[in-house]
């Protein structure tokens, strides 16, 4: 570290030291080397662009596609005496008349753009005069996993960045996220030219938050007992959470039904007005025990500190999704928890989904990954962490904060009973959904079953010795490892794939986890 760096980073930032890879980071930046930032929220990502930015000579762009955030980073970095200003949709003109003159002449250090700003002819000839004159210190791009294509957060404009920043070589830049699982991570670099780029990655590990996962069977009450007894008696009733639901209509209804059980529960969702928008956010950041009903609108720029849990009613699409979305939770380092019902309903949703989506093959091979991983998650029977970290390249040892490493499920050799679900798919032509194969199963002389002779079959009745709900558990965790999958043809329907041969044919074994009690109650004592 320079005299240069440790005074700035004291006088200016009040820090007396660096985090994690902070120093080595800046030290780059500094250099005028290109880098990857990959560092979880409340990591430290903001340090490694500004300081750089007040060492270089001439005005550090921040690419952000979040202008609230923008707006907050400004005001905080002017407190600091930073000669910081932001350019976006909410500017008026005189403000943006005031801020174009000040990066004209070299007034200053800092200037936070939005994608679509920078790339405005108008203001790229700003950035080329300033370039000839007082200098630019470098190019920050801030959530860089926008320019994922796969990602929910894709940003279009992000794409054009590196055609911009190429404009102005010898300019350092580092795009910065927290978001990012291989296959993000490569198109970072790639479309974001900056191949060259140094990689750093910080631990993704967040362990003070719990994780744990239950398996769905009525969604509302199984809710409720959560936020009444969190995972281990404590309720969090009065605290700040977040639930994640799939659809708008259901934050609406889980939020109502909430209130009416008299939780202080607002939904969020992206076809509500933004004023509504808006006023839920504030309420949430500002106001104590505030439960947020949202869907995956609710996220990026949520920097409340004492969110206590985050709990997923529908699976996520995506493990760097799941592990965003969890992340909110508990950044002020206290105990947290992140808690998921999950059931065979949303695996066979998924899939379906994925199956009949009209997008190109690629795509669906692309997203069928994300989702296998996903479930892989779900359906652990290991540390769940562990899963959560291999997923981002790191390794970890048995965390022993959460539900698998506290209350490690039972597994049992399901081989016979996986080869009669499929069996029994196989023998019903493959049209036919869960629900009814189970009856099958059991030997239920439903209205359907007589209709379709499904009365005659060998399978009929061969899985009477084990419950409804056990079988639904040993379907669901056979369409999450591929060997069931619904057929895009047909609605609802379950099809057995080629990764089923090895159980049918050569008695490969199954193993499965046990359904678990009703309420997975974990272990005390919770600690961080
Ligand atoms: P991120 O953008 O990665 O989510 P921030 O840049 O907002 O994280 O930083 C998170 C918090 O950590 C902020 O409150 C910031 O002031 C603090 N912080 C960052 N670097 C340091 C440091 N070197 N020493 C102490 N606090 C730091
Ligand atoms: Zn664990």
């Given at each position: 570290?320079?005299r240069d760096?440790?005074?700035?980073?004291h006088e200016?930032?009040?820090f007396t030291?660096?985090?994690g890879?902070?120093a080595a980071i800046?030290?780059r930046?500094?250099?005028?080397e290109?880098?990857?930032?990959?560092?979880?929220?409340?990591g430290?990502?903001s340090?490694c662009?500004?300081?750089?930015?007040?060492l270089?000579?001439?005005?550090?762009i921040?690419?952000?596609p979040l202008?609230a955030?923008?707006?907050?980073?400004?005001?905080?970095?002017?407190l600091?005496?930073?000669?910081?200003?932001y350019?976006?949709?909410?500017?008026?003109?005189?403000?943006t008349a005031a801020t174009?003159?000040?990066?004209?002449?070299g007034e200053?250090?800092?200037?936070?753009?939005a994608?679509?700003r920078?790339?405005?002819?108008?203001?790229?000839?700003?950035?080329?005069q300033v370039a000839?004159?007082?200098?630019?210190?470098l190019?920050?791009i801030?959530?860089a996993?926008?320019v994922?294509?796969?990602?929910h957060?894709?940003?279009p404009e992000?794409?054009?960045?590196?055609?911009?920043?190429a404009?102005?070589?010898?300019?350092?830049?580092i795009?910065?996220?927290a978001?990012?699982?291989?296959?993000?991570?490569?198109?970072?670099?790639e479309?974001?030219?900056?191949?060259?780029?140094?990689e750093?990655v910080s631990?993704f590990?967040?362990?003070?938050i719990?994780?744990?996962?239950e398996?769905k069977?009525?969604?509302?009450a199984?809710?409720?007992r959560?936020?009444?007894?969190?995972?281990?008696?404590?309720?969090?009733r009065?605290?700040?959470g977040?639930v994640?639901?799939?659809?708008?209509?259901?934050?609406?209804e889980?939020?109502?039904w909430?209130?009416?059980a008299g939780?202080d529960?607002i939904?969020y969702?992206?076809?509500?007005?933004?004023?509504?928008?808006?006023?839920?956010q504030?309420?949430f950041?500002?106001?104590?025990?505030?439960?947020?009903?949202?869907?995956?609108a609710?996220?990026?720029?949520i920097?409340k500190p004492?969110?206590?849990f985050?709990?997923?009613v529908?699976l996520?699409?995506?493990?760097?999704g799941y592990?965003?979305?969890t992340?909110?939770?508990?950044?002020?380092g206290?105990p947290?928890?992140a808690?998921?019902?999950y059931?065979?309903a949303?695996?066979?949703?998924?899939?379906?989904?994925?199956?009949?989506?009209?997008?190109?093959?690629?795509?669906?091979?692309?997203?069928?990954m994300k989702?296998?991983?996903?479930?892989?998650y779900?359906e652990?029977?290991t540390c769940?962490?562990?899963?959560?970290?291999?997923?981002?390249?790191e390794q970890?040892g048995?965390?022993?904060n959460?539900d698998?490493?506290?209350?490690?499920p039972?597994?049992?050799?399901?081989?016979v009973?996986?080869q009669?679900?499929l069996?029994?798919a196989?023998?019903?032509?493959?049209r036919?959904?869960?629900g009814?194969?189970?009856?099958v199963?059991?030997g239920k002389?439903t209205?359907?079953?007589?209709?379709?002779?499904?009365?005659?079959?060998?399978?009929?009745?061969?899985?009477?010795?084990?419950?409804?709900?056990?079988w639904?558990?040993v379907v669901r965790?056979?369409?999450a490892r591929?060997?069931?999958?619904?057929?895009?043809?047909?609605?609802?329907?379950l099809?057995v794939?080629?990764?089923a041969?090895?159980v049918?044919?050569?008695?490969a074994?199954?193993?499965?986890?046990?359904?678990?009690?009703p309420?997975?109650?974990?272990?005390k004592?919770?600690t961080?």
């Amino acid at each position: 570290m320079t005299r240069d760096t440790s005074v700035v980073l004291h006088e200016v930032f009040g820090f007396t030291s660096f985090r994690g890879a902070q120093a080595a980071i800046v030290e780059r930046t500094v250099a005028g080397e290109d880098s990857v930032v990959l560092m979880p929220t409340g990591g430290g990502k903001s340090l490694c662009y500004q300081l750089p930015a007040l060492l270089r000579p001439g005005v550090g762009i921040v690419v952000s596609p979040l202008i609230a955030l923008m707006h907050d980073q400004v005001e905080a970095l002017r407190l600091l005496g930073v000669r910081a200003a932001y350019w976006n949709s909410t500017s008026s003109a005189e403000e943006t008349a005031a801020t174009r003159r000040a990066v004209q002449s070299g007034e200053l250090d800092l200037l936070y753009v939005a994608p679509e700003r920078l790339l405005l002819p108008s203001f790229l000839s700003v950035l080329q005069q300033v370039a000839d004159d007082a200098g630019i210190a470098l190019f920050a791009i801030d959530e860089a996993h926008c320019v994922s294509q796969w990602g929910h957060d894709f940003r279009p404009e992000y794409l054009r960045l590196a055609e911009i920043t190429a404009h102005f070589p010898g300019v350092p830049r580092i795009a910065l996220t927290a978001t990012a699982d291989p296959i993000t991570r490569t198109e970072i670099f790639e479309r974001l030219g900056l191949v060259g780029a140094t990689e750093f990655v910080s631990s993704f590990d967040r362990p003070n938050i719990r994780y744990v996962v239950e398996e769905k069977n009525e969604t509302r009450a199984q809710l409720l007992r959560f936020l009444e007894s969190g995972d281990d008696g404590d309720s969090l009733r009065g605290e700040a959470g977040i639930v994640y639901c799939q659809s708008r209509k259901r934050t609406e209804e889980i939020a109502a039904w909430l209130r009416e059980a008299g939780y202080d529960a607002i939904p969020y969702h992206a076809g509500m007005a933004n004023d509504d928008r808006s006023a839920a956010q504030q309420r949430f950041r500002r106001e104590d025990g505030v439960v947020v009903v949202a869907t995956i609108a609710f996220g990026m720029g949520i920097d409340k500190p004492d969110v206590r849990f985050v709990a997923h009613v529908d699976l996520p699409k995506s493990l760097e999704g799941y592990y965003q979305e969890t992340g909110r939770a508990g950044r002020d380092g206290e105990p947290a928890i992140a808690w998921m019902a999950y059931g065979l309903a949303d695996v066979v949703q998924q899939r379906s989904f994925i199956n009949g989506s009209g997008g190109s093959p690629e795509h669906r091979r692309v997203d069928q990954m994300k989702l296998d991983a996903m479930l892989g998650y779900a359906e652990a029977s290991t540390c769940r962490r562990r899963i959560l970290l291999a997923y981002f390249d790191e390794q970890s040892g048995d965390c022993g904060n959460c539900d698998t490493c506290l209350n490690p499920p039972e597994l049992w050799d399901a081989t016979v009973p996986a080869q009669k679900v499929l069996s029994a798919a196989i023998r019903t032509g493959q049209r036919f959904g869960a629900g009814h194969l189970i009856d099958v199963l059991l030997g239920k002389r439903t209205p359907k079953v007589e209709q379709w002779d499904h009365d005659q079959l060998p399978t009929f009745g061969v899985g009477a010795d084990v419950s409804d709900r056990e079988w639904r558990s040993v379907v669901r965790q056979l369409v999450a490892r591929g060997m069931l999958s619904p057929d895009p043809a047909r609605m609802g329907a379950l099809v057995v794939t080629e990764a089923a041969r090895p159980v049918l044919e050569g008695g490969a074994a199954v193993q499965l986890r046990r359904v678990q009690a009703p309420v997975a109650r974990v272990k005390k004592p919770r600690t961080a």
